[in-house]
């Protein structure tokens, strides 16, 4: 139970804002989804073990939230406090070829500060919608490129609600994959060393970026982005292609008629919607070609 005149008190005296009974959908590029009791933004690492010591002190459940480009509210929303990192800890430094995010930075604004330095190696990155702690989490990529190739070191609030720093090595970063999701605890600074390059073909090199996610990706439509994983020997939105399922819908959910590997809202979808077309699309796909889809965006209930 969250007692939250005291998490307001302790909000007020972090300088965090919070919001109550706050609804998650606005919170998520997919739009959909039902309330939190209450929605912290974070604005610094201090603050953020604080808040974490006092909700594991009080047996508070919590989630964290960055962009929310990658997670799927419950219709029922989340009964606990979110924890928001965004733009409120959002600070990017660069010193020689080194690019320093707290987390809560958007991963296309460290694109495109890496630009304006002449730094190369994220412009695969740019166009991917979400922070950089939440692309570390996630160890976000395209086009070839993934977080795995430049990050060095972030400094996380660890199990134990201390502030420490991990080196990338440590970090097991794999296809889609990060040592945080088996954890407990919140990247607040993630540090990226990149390469000297020309500052104007980084930026052609985003522009191409961004205009190849333009023409083939619903970005009209509310969406988590890719909803399955790339599984091993094949591609998801191949098989669903193969499988006739273009446009296949449950409610206000539906496999997108320009890129299969993307559900989309087309504007009242229900999480409902979206994991009953989720189930049908893999079964389906399973029946008809023997592999496993398995979910891409993180489900928040
Ligand atoms: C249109 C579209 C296109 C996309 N294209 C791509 C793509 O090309 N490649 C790709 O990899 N992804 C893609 N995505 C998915 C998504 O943008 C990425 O996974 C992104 O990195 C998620 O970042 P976020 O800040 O939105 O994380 P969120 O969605 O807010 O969170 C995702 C997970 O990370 C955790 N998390 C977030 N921040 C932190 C933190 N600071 N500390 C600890 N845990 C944290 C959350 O608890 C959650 O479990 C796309 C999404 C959309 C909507």
Redo the contacts with the bound molecule.
């Keep these: 139970m969250v007692n939250l005149s005291e998490l307001t008190a302790l909000c007020e005296k972090l300088g965090c804002k919070i919001k109550t009974e706050c609804p998650l959908r606005e919170y998520?590029?997919?739009r959909i989804g039902g309330p939190c009791r209450a929605l912290v933004s974070i604005n610094s690492a201090v603050s953020a073990a604080e808040l974490l010591r006092y909700l594991k002190a009080n047996g508070i459940r919590y989630?964290?939230?960055?962009?929310?480009?990658?997670?799927i509210v419950s219709d029922d929303g989340f009964d606990g406090v979110i924890l928001l990192?965004g733009s409120d800890f959002a600070g990017i430094t660069v010193e020689g070829d080194t690019l320093k995010c707290q987390?809560?930075a958007l991963?296309a604004s460290a694109c495109v500060h890496a630009q304006q330095q002449g730094l190369t190696g994220m412009e695969n990155l740019f166009?991917?919608?979400?922070?950089v702690?939440?692309?570390?989490?996630?160890?976000?990529?395209?086009y070839g490129s993934?977080m795995k190739d430049v990050v060095v070191s972030a400094q996380?609030i660890g199990e134990d609600c201390n502030i420490r720093t991990i080196s990338a090595e440590d970090m097991a970063l794999s296809y889609?994959h990060s040592a945080?999701?088996e954890r407990e605890?919140?990247?607040?600074s993630v540090t990226m060393k990149l390469a000297e390059g020309d500052p104007a073909a980084i930026k052609a090199a985003m522009t191409e970026c961004m205009q190849k996610?333009s023409s083939k990706?619903p970005?009209e439509y509310p969406?988590?982005?890719?909803t399955f994983k790339r599984p091993e020997g094949s591609y998801a939105s191949l098989l669903i292609d193969q499988c006739g399922l273009k446009g296949l819908s449950r409610g206000g959910a539906q496999v997108s008629e320009k890129h299969s590997g993307?559900v989309i809202n087309t504007g009242d979808a229900t999480c409902s919607d979206v994991l009953g077309l989720c189930e049908d699309i893999k079964k389906i796909v399973f029946d008809k070609t023997g592999f496993r889809l398995e979910l891409?965006?993180?489900i928040?209930r």
């Design positions: 998520t590029t997919f989630g964290i939230v960055g962009r929310g480009s990658n997670i990192i987390a809560g991963l166009g991917i919608p979400g922070t702690g939440g692309a570390l989490y996630m160890n976000a990529g395209a993934e996380y889609r945080f999701s605890c919140i990247i607040t996610r990706q970005l969406s988590a982005g890719s993307f891409e965006p993180v928040l």
